[in-house]
């Protein structure tokens, strides 16, 4: 315990770092409070107080972190920083950056989707947070080395990097590992020469002329980081709470009953247009040998078929109707379209003309 005491004093208090060390210490004391809150309001314990909800009201707890973030930043104008003011103002600055942030996706949306799949991004910028706040309070010394004349500028040299190294790697769109190496330089570096995300803007802006490359991260996608994400999703359900996945009060909610219909309308108008044009292909089947019954070769009118002997059982006048048939059943099968052609729905053919033939027109001489 006194070799603690004396760090503290050595490290924080002699360093002029204690207001930012109690901004940290109520930066997390305050998320995990609220945490620990809205969990104990979702499960309806009893003992518990709930919601502030005055005339049926339901105030956010962000309201009551901009109230702490005010009380703080005008705090420490207005005592000019002084000691033990700059302390206590530091510490309320703390409490209110956790209240906020914890309410960060309900900024970002404009909408309530804290127990929502979006809500997951106010546990992300804690984080960031945290560590942003903590990589301040150690300064320029990570891993826990100790600046001299002599490693100063490669001190300085490293941190350059390992930003550099940083930012590369949130641009692939690995957030944790780039978070984290704020203070583990390696694992930033490691970041940045391996592949990217498919889905990050380093891929769309990297990858989009390389196919190769594409395909290799998409096969390491399927098979690293969907266990990174199980692991990620687990220690976020241990943290804050797993999510409501479609929430009934929320309008995702009815955006996703809304694409779900239109799916299953598309898919059965699909279907009764399908059926329509197999429909349709048998009756034009049937039309088809009906004629060929009804005017065998060689009898039609003295109009003979290209190609045969006459009527319309000639070579070619079988291949059109085969040509024909087959198309039809092509669009069947693809299902391009949504409207079919039926036959003319009109008086019947005259007996001893047969359907495909174009009627001959007199000519009139003047």
């Known amino acids: ?66 109230g702490f973030l005010l009380v703080g930043g005008i705090g420490v104008f207005a005592t000019y920083g002084g000691h033990p ?32 799949e979006q809500g997951r991004k106010s546990v992300d910028a804690v984080i960031f947070g945290i560590l942003f706040t903590g990589l301040l309070l150690v300064g320029y010394v990570p891993l826990g080395a100790e600046p001299t004349g002599e490693t100063r500028w490669g001190l300085v040299t490293i941190i350059s990097v390992n930003a550099l190294a940083m930012v590369v790697t949130l641009l692939k769109g690995k957030v944790w590992t780039g978070l984290l190496g704020i203070m583990v330089p390696g694992l930033s570096w490691v970041g940045a020469v391996r592949l990217a995300r498919p889905s990050s803007p380093w891929a769309r802006w990297r990858y989009a002329a390389s196919p190769r490359l594409r395909a290799r991260a998409l096969r390491r996608e399927r098979r690293l980081h969907r266990r990174a994400d199980r692991a990620r999703t687990w220690l976020f359900d241990l943290i804050a709470g797993a999510p409501d996945k479609v929430p009934a009060h929320h309008p995702a909610a009815h955006r996703v009953a809304e694409r779900m219909a239109a799916r299953a309308t598309a898919h059965l108008d699909a279907h009764a247009a399908r059926a329509l044009a197999r429909r349709s292909a048998r009756l034009a089947d049937r039309r088809s040998a009906a004629g060929t019954a009804e005017h065998p070769s060689g009898s039609h009118r003295g109009v003979v078929a290209a190609g045969g002997p006459g009527g319309y059982d000639g070579p070619a006048d079988r291949a059109g109707r085969h040509g024909r048939s087959q198309q039809r059943r092509r669009v069947v099968r693809a299902g391009r379209s949504r409207t079919y052609a039926v036959g003319p729905a009109g008086p019947a053919p005259r007996e001893g003309r047969h359907r495909w033939l174009r009627p001959r027109t007199r000519r009139m001489s003047r």
């Open 85 to 116: 003011w700059i302390d206590v103002f530091g510490l309320l600055f703390g409490i209110g950056c956790g209240l906020v942030l914890d309410e960060f996706a309900l900024i970002l949306h404009l909408d309530d989707v804290y127990w929502g």
């Open 1 to 66: 315990m006194t070799t603690l005491l004396d760090g503290y004093r050595e490290h924080i208090v002699a360093a002029h770092k204690q207001p930012l060390f109690l901004l940290l210490v109520g930066f997390i004391t305050s998320f995990v409070f609220i945490r620990f809150s809205v969990r104990m309001i979702r499960a309806q314990v009893r003992w518990w107080p709930g919601n502030v909800t005055p005339g049926g009201l339901h105030i956010h707890h962000m309201v009551f972190g901009l």
